[in-house]
């Protein structure tokens, strides 16, 4: 997946493939990015369908929340516009001790927007207290080999681990992991947000807007404008609407419907590949999901190009698990390539509910616009095989409630996706993943899988393990997977410089003009 990058070019880059996810024996460095340019100005109003659920970048799961605080907070690595790993707060790293020891080296002059100078005290501090389980760090299943943190001096960390991590690295540039202040509390950052990042948190008016300054002290330069303020707008419709009329500059769309008619409306619409994926999560700890039969019957029941067609359009393509480029799972390797309402039919009796069985399901209404569509389609056909869905809808903040506390049977999802398939599944899907609990579904095998995917660089020999994780999962139903699509971004003329990811991510809003 070949995107351009907008981050400005530092003197010296070192880019790290992925794929390895930088496990090697030379270190990586980058001069600090130069502080001329632009000084900054107006306000860039970011249209947004629902109000961030939190705060605190550890806990962020709503996509508005974590696009939200990558604006306020650091991460000790980035991805640049190829999903590359490319230094962040750390400037360089080194590997040693058969890659078991991993010592960074931090960027000076870095400070919080409270002031205060940003070191390795922090950074150690952010380690251990997103891996204590009564933080409740949605990431903290990235940081489990991490065995041991020192902070020698100011401007360096080592990283004892308890066996070498591939996906370490790529795992740091989560927002996630971003890195705190030492002196700050879950409750204080709960209220007014305090990082390091690009722009310092203003105002928040709860169901309205969040308000962000340019900060002036930022390593990277200060941000081209002045402030961004992100306004809540109840539905991509009403977005364009907004964007039309021109109190609203910029917004992100994944309707392709809406996007067609904002490109239609003069407006200029760019449109990326995504590693999200859309997915019927299916908790296997609740009956009648625990009968392998019942979840393989759903999975056998759908047609996913009928899912995609009906709520996207045909925008995407139908994906199994991973969508990274460099792991890309099989569509076809399931045990129903394609739909077979027979087989399903056949799975249900033998699980003994010929007549049928009712599982009830969450759907979200306002995190993503295709949510309701999807889930719809997906009644139809279950129902169909003898399968009904139960659909609850709720608003997107009630929604990620129930989801994080794995208060469900079934929820029909759109999951950021991520480079590297350890970040984006081994915190779901291994025994001791920190969101094991919403995934539903573990195994001694995968376990085993994830743990011989961490340990080695080779990336053919990364790609092997991976498909035998995509096939388990696919195997065993563990969810069903549906389909990937397109994330869109809609600027009014005069907006420049803003570059999309792949992986979603709004990073580039500190490279954005007003004209």
């Given at each position: ?9 530092p003197?010296?880059?070192c ?27 107006g ?5 947004y369908?629902?109000?961030?659920n939190t705060?605190?970048?550890?806990k ?8 939200l ?11 640049d516009?190829?999903l590359?790993?490319?230094?962040g ?7 040693a ?36 389980p ?24 080592v ?17 996630n992991l971003?890195?705190?202040?030492k ?6 950052i709960?209220q ?21 300054t ?6 990277g ?9 992100f306004?809540?707008?109840p539905d ?6 907004a964007?039309?009329?021109g109190?609203?500059q ?9 996007a ?8 200029k619409?760019?449109?990326?590949p995504?590693?999200s994926y ?7 700890r609740?009956?009648p999901l625990?009968?392998l039969?019942?979840r393989l ?6 047609d996913?190009?009928?899912v ?7 925008a ?27 087989k ?7 699980a003994?509910?010929?007549?049928g069985?009712?599982i ?10 295709t ?10 056909q ?13 608003e997107?903040?009630?929604?990620v ?10 929820a ?5 996706g991520r480079?590297?398939p ?17 995934a539903?579904?573990?195994?001694p ?15 053919a ?11 388990h ?12 699509s397109?994330?869109y971004?809609?600027?009014t ?7 999309p ?15």
């Open positions: 997946m070949k995107l351009p990058s907008a981050l400005s070019a003197a010296t880059r880019v790290l493939a992925v794929a390895a996810a930088a496990l090697v024996a030379t270190g990586c460095s980058s001069g600090t990015p130069g502080k001329e340019g632009s000084t900054g100005g306000t860039l109003v970011v249209g369908t629902a109000d961030p705060l605190d970048p550890w962020a799961t709503q996509f508005q929340a974590v696009h605080l990558e604006q306020v907070y650091g991460t000790l690595t980035e991805l516009g190829d590359n790993v490319k230094p707060l750390a400037e360089k790293w080194q590997y001790d058969g890659n078991k020891t991993l010592t960074l080296t931090l960027r000076q002059g870095v400070k919080f927007h409270d002031g205060k100078p940003f070191s390795s005290a922090d950074v150690k501090s952010s380690i251990e207290r997103i891996q204590k009564e933080t409740a760090a949605v990431a903290a299943a990235t940081v489990k080999s991490i065995q041991s943190v020192d902070a020698p001096d100011p401007q360096t960390v990283l004892h681990l308890t066996a070498p991590d591939a996906g370490l690295l790529a795992g740091f540039a989560t927002t971003a890195m705190l202040s002196d700050d509390t879950s409750e204080a709960g007014k947000p305090n990082g390091t990042g690009a722009f310092t948190f203003g105002s928040r008016t709860a169901g309205q807007s969040v308000k962000l340019a900060n002036g002290d930022y390593w330069g200060k941000p081209k404008v002045g402030s961004l303020e306004r809540i707008i991509q419709t009403s977005v364009v609407a964007l039309q009329s109190n609203v910029f917004a992100t769309l994944d309707d392709p419907l809406v067609k008619s904002a490109e239609g409306s003069g407006l619409v760019a449109k990326t995504s590693l859309h997915v019927l999560q299916l908790n296997a609740k009956a625990d009968k039969d019942v019957a759903i999975s056998c029941a759908i996913r190009k009928q995609l067609d009906t709520a996207a359009l045909g995407g393509e139908v994906t199994g698990p991973i969508t990274s480029p460099a792991y890309k799972s099989d569509p076809n390797a399931r045990p129903c390539p394609t739909r077979d309402v027979a399903a039919k056949q799975l249900l009796a033998g003994g509910l010929a007549n069985v009712t009830p399901a969450i759907v979200s209404q306002g995190e993503y616009a949510s309701v569509n999807e889930a719809q389609n997906l009644q139809a279950l129902k169909e095989a003898g399968i009904t869905l139960d659909l609850q809808t709720l997107s903040g009630a929604y409630d129930k989801w994080v506390a794995a208060d469900f049977t079934a029909v999802a759109l999951n950021g480079p590297d350890d970040g984006m599944y081994g915190r779901y899907f291994t025994s001791t993943g920190n969101l094991n609990k919403v539903g579904y573990s195994s095998e995968l376990d085993k899988l994830f743990a011989e995917g961490k340990a080695t660089t080779d990336p020999k990364r790609k092997e393990i991976y498909t035998k994780v995509s096939r999962l696919e195997d065993n139903a563990a969810w069903v997977w549906l389909f990937s397109y994330g971004t809609a600027t003329q005069g907006v420049a410089g803003f570059t990811m792949a992986n979603g991510s709004l990073q580039n809003l500190r490279e954005t003009s007003l004209q």
